[in-house]
RNA sequence: GCCCUCAUCGUCUAGAGGCCUAGGACGCCACCCUUUCAAGGUGGAGAUCAGGGGUUCGAAUCCCCUUGGGGGCACCA
């Protein structure tokens, strides 16, 4: 990518209203060029539907790219669909981006805020008296027009297109209407104009920031299009336009989905009379059939991931590698590093499928690095949901949490499977499968013989030295002394403790599920395999 | 139908004409460690760089064509 053609910008620098400094940067701000005060990006989600994955890794890298330059990042709200965006999914888009440790300079940084930064209100509803004059401007310009066409009659037309087998167009009946013929069909339809902006004839070309140059004939647009509705509410490709003119936007960092809508874009802000900012497109995030990532095929929620057990570093860690690379072998890299690293030059044309293996072992990596101590706070929600829904009887203090990290935490693909791997250490009743405690090589009198002196032996054991290493010495006699395989030992008291095959090392697990506890399983299980049921 | 666009192991990727008989990682397989499961370590299979033409002394890297994939074409964003 050649980044030295750049179309119209940096923005006419004098024509700017003097600018307020922006929030400083994070102290990840490992800037490895001159902090550059003339580049301003954004993140403009749209709150209907939760954050989307593809949302999220937009605003990550326009994120890394701002704080990489030392630019600005806002966060504006696109909330002109009215029908379909609530708080709701406002409050879930902005604490899932600040839970990713994505920030903004400008913007809400809650649900319902609006005033921060010196563009405000950033939330699009809030800014209909802009869009209102622009269209005005435009239409007094005659670059817009008021269109009456019904709803019937386009798709009329749609219909007709479609079964000729022609790309779908506007027609442009109401282009170029007299004034009386305006008031004929508004008299006929009786309902208030749209408006539409004009397209003007010609090549409409720029230089992507990741694809080079691109050039479109504005013949394949689709005609005329609507910029605002009959009932008075811009739609998107307006408001967007007016806003990134307003709000001073340097650079639009977006999907690729959005190639077909920057030439009306280019145009919106040529017949506005702004600089056009520089454009960058990035490659999609797929499904695993290579189509567009989507709710159908996917999990492209943000929160569900959290909800599973992801934690932020891993998400953006394996977000920031999806189209992007630093170029070195490093696969394991914390936020401030990719900031520091970030080159939107290096970002991939192609592409991406989502591969949740890999996004597994990523956090995985994370989890094993976090702090003991985070690691437990951070594991806490995941155990009282187990509580909340009944997989577990109680919520673990703390310090009973504590001593298990260390052999927990390198056994953690996610936060949730927590529950899994020692669950069974906070259930009242736990239900033992009398077929899983008998080991292969086994027999049920062999394996109830085995529980029995198991659990004498440790119940001869002092209260005191209930430890690890002191446990582990007599078992392993009493393998020898009968001539059974330690190993088939131990699962048969895995098992009749644990209920499962899998667990962290035996005796460490003894010792957490303590003296008393560990006596009574053992017991109980040896009286379930020592009164199999007659079959 | 039209427009735009992309193309290196199954997946994410390194690669900016000679360092490439293509490197790393995930996943997979084997071995080591080992009381199970993980983690970790070692090794392995896995890409004629979509195919075909050029340009060049030399191409995964540049150009063209073909094929395949994807995105888009609303009074949604």
């Not at 189509?291 to 953006?316: C, H, N, P, W």
């Not at 044309?349 to 690095?369: C, H, P, T």
């Not at 949490?401 to 052999?407: A, D, E, F, R, S």
């Not at 957490?512 to 009574?520: H, K, P, S, Y």
């Amino acid at each position: 990518m050649n980044g030295q053609v750049r179309a119209g910008l940096p923005a006419r620098p004098g024509t700017h209203p003097p600018r307020h400094s922006p929030a400083l940067p994070p102290a990840a701000a490992t800037l490895s060029s001159m902090p550059d005060s003339t580049i301003r990006v954004r993140i403009a989600p749209s709150p209907t539907g939760p954050l989307h994955i593809g949302t999220a890794r937009t605003a990550l890298f326009n994120f890394l790219y701002a704080r990489h330059v030392g630019g600005t990042f806002l966060f504006r709200l696109e909330d002109t669909d009215v029908a379909r965006s609530t708080a709701e999914f406002e409050r879930d888009i902005i604490d899932g981006l600040h839970w990713l440790g994505i920030t903004w300079d400008e913007g809400p940084d809650t649900a319902g805020d609006m005033d921060h930064g010196p563009f405000a209100p950033y939330r699009q509803m809030a800014r209909l008296a802009i869009y209102k004059e622009a269209s005005d401007r435009l239409v007094a310009a005659d670059l817009a027009y008021p269109c009456f066409c019904t709803p019937e009659e386009l798709d009329a037309d749609r219909k007709a297109q479609e079964a000729a087998r022609q790309p779908p167009k506007y027609v442009g009946r109401c282009a170029n209407l007299a004034p009386d013929e305006r008031t004929a069909r508004l008299a006929g339809t009786g309902r208030p104009p749209a408006t539409r902006f004009r397209v003007r004839p010609g090549v409409v070309g720029w230089n992507d920031m990741i694809r080079d140059r691109i050039e479109i004939d504005t013949t394949n647009l689709g005609g005329d299009f609507v910029i605002v509705r009959g009932d008075g509410t811009p739609l998107y490709h307006f408001t967007v336009v007016v806003d990134d003119a307003a709000m001073e936007i340097s650079h639009v960092i977006r999907g690729e989905d959005h190639v077909g809508n920057t030439p009306k874009h280019i145009l919106l802000f040529e017949a506005l009379g702004h600089a056009v900012p520089v454009f960058g497109h990035l490659p999609l995030i797929l499904n695993p059939d290579g189509t567009k990532m989507s709710k159908r095929k996917s999990q492209t929620a943000i929160d569900d991931y959290r909800a599973e057990g992801f934690i932020r570093e891993g998400l953006v860690n394996y977000l920031a590698y999806l189209g992007w690379s630093p170029g070195t072998e490093e696969d394991v890299l914390p936020l401030d590093e990719i900031i520091a690293k970030f080159d939107i030059d290096k970002v991939h044309k192609g592409g991406a499928k989502f591969d949740r293996g890999r996004l597994e072992w990523l956090n995985g990596q994370w989890i094993r690095r976090l702090e003991p101590n985070d690691l437990i706070d951070r594991l806490r929600p995941y155990l009282q949901a187990a509580v909340d829904d009944g997989r577990i009887s109680r919520l673990p203090a703390d310090d009973e949490v504590g001593p298990l990290l260390p052999v927990v935490q390198e056994r953690l693909p996610t936060l949730a499977a927590v529950v899994d791997l020692v669950g069974f250490l906070w259930i009242d009743d736990l239900v033992v499968d009398p077929a899983l405690v008998v080991p292969k090589r086994w027999d049920p009198a062999t394996t109830h013989e085995a529980l029995v002196a198991a659990r004498d032996i440790l119940a001869a054991h002092d209260t005191v030295t209930w430890e690890a290493d002191e446990l582990e010495p007599p078992l392993r006699e009493l393998a020898e002394t009968r001539g059974w395989k330690a190993g088939d030992l131990f699962m048969a008291i895995r098992v009749a403790v644990t209920g499962r095959t899998a667990t962290p090392p035996l005796f460490d697990t003894l010792v957490a599920l303590g003296r008393e506890l560990t006596l009574a399983r053992l017991e109980s299980a040896a009286a379930v395999v020592g009164a199999p049921t007659v079959r």
